[in-house]
């Protein structure tokens, strides 16, 4: 499947008033000195309590559980505002070095390949189709598409969708890496990344092990817990993750007014790449700084989608050129719900997706 191999009007204007934007500030497109500050707090906020819990610092008691939560939020945190923007090369201006960082990840619960493959190529260029974008093919359990088969059980989904990306993290570095090696080298992506299925896998098994290593074996030989304790905690950080990663990413494209497609072999999508990214995705709770700052700029799904070879600091000065140029070309610009209220629109989209087959 593909887009349309003419772009619109609407995509070289926008194109051309935001080069013209980082022409007239001077600025690059990649992060600025912004970016440094916010990578070290959010590294810190999972390593910090991962080191006092594994020395046994907190001890059994509720300094363990806070410890858990936050470094739970520091995963997320570090996902959302420094990895996503490494994995996407717009972090820094130095190729090596977003490579470098974007390698965290894999010492965290993922894998920068398999990341880069599932959400840089599939989900930016098939937003919301059926059958390409991963973030909406998921297994039967869950229905993001009315284009998805129905279940009498999606009727449940409103409520039980909090359980499955409470462990979404927990999936990720247990099962869905491996599961997506062997399908991405089965379709011939792996091999379109520059990677091979040896090296990725021997990769995979060796930081993992060190992830195991060093977040369970650790805590177990010196902190004096019991493993169930620990084994309990290391849960508790994931669902506090899972459900951090779930809130930001979910209400950005799984909406009622968003629009969605089936994937077919050869065809060929109604509108080029930036309208159907008008068509497919949301912002959300932009008007607080303090949500922008946690969660990488990614409440600006929209400029991020568009332009995702931009660092998150320069969202909030391209929103208003992005709104602006939608709205001469007649196009959707979703961008004045809260935060609260993309959480309770995703809901009933999980709800209404789960009444209608």
């Known amino acids: 499947m593909r887009f349309p191999r003419d772009t619109s009007e609407f995509t070289r204007t926008l194109r051309a008033r935001v080069d013209a934007y980082f022409a007239e500030s001077g600025l690059k497109p990649s992060g600025d000195a912004r970016v440094w500050p916010k990578t070290g707090v959010m590294l810190a906020l999972y390593f910090v309590p991962w080191a006092l819990i594994a020395f046994g610092v907190t001890g059994a008691g509720w300094g363990f559980w806070a410890a858990e939560v936050a470094m739970g939020f520091g995963l997320a945190g570090v996902g ?7 994995n996407h090369g717009s972090l820094t201006s130095s190729k090596r070095l977003n490579d ?13 390949v398999m990341w880069r493959i599932q959400h840089n190529v599939l989900h930016h260029t098939f937003t919301n189709v059926d059958g390409l974008d991963e973030d909406i093919s998921v297994p039967f359990v869950m229905r993001f598409s009315p284009t998805k088969p129905y279940h009498f059980f999606h009727r449940f989904q409103w409520l039980y969708a909090w359980g499955f990306y409470a462990i979404m ?11 997506s090696l062997m399908r991405y080298k089965k379709s011939g992506l792996l091999a379109r990344s520059g990677s091979t299925f040896g090296r990725v896998f021997g990769w995979l098994v060796l930081t993992k092990a060190v992830q195991f290593g060093y977040v369970l074996g650790l805590p177990l030989a010196f902190s004096g817990l019991g493993l169930g304790q620990i084994l309990l905690g290391w849960v508790v950080m994931h669902a506090v993750s899972g459900l951090c990663l779930a809130a930001i ?37 932009t008007r607080s700084r303090l949500l922008t700052w946690m969660c990488g700029g990614l409440n600006h799904q929209i400029e991020h989608h568009l332009f995702p070879h931009v660092c998150h600091v320069h969202f909030r000065k391209l929103a208003p050129i992005v709104r602006k140029t939608a709205a001469e070309f007649g196009l959707p610009y979703r961008s ?9 629109l995703h809901t ?4 209404q997706l789960g009444r209608a087959a």
């Open 80 to 86: 959302l505002n420094v990895l996503h923007d490494a």
């Open 100 to 112: 470098f960082i974007s390698k965290v990840v894999d010492f965290i619960g993922g894998n920068s």
């Open 169 to 179: 993290t927990l999936y990720w570095l247990t099962v869905k890496d491996f599961v």
């Open 249 to 285: 990413f979910q209400p950005a494209h799984v909406m009622e007014d968003h629009a969605f497609a089936a994937a077919e072999q050869g065809g060929v999508l109604p509108e080029d790449a930036f309208t159907h990214q008008l068509q497919t995705t949301a912002n959300f709770g």
């Open 336 to 344: 004045n719900t809260s935060f609260a209220s993309a959480l309770w």
């Open 348 to 351: 009933r989209m999980l709800y």
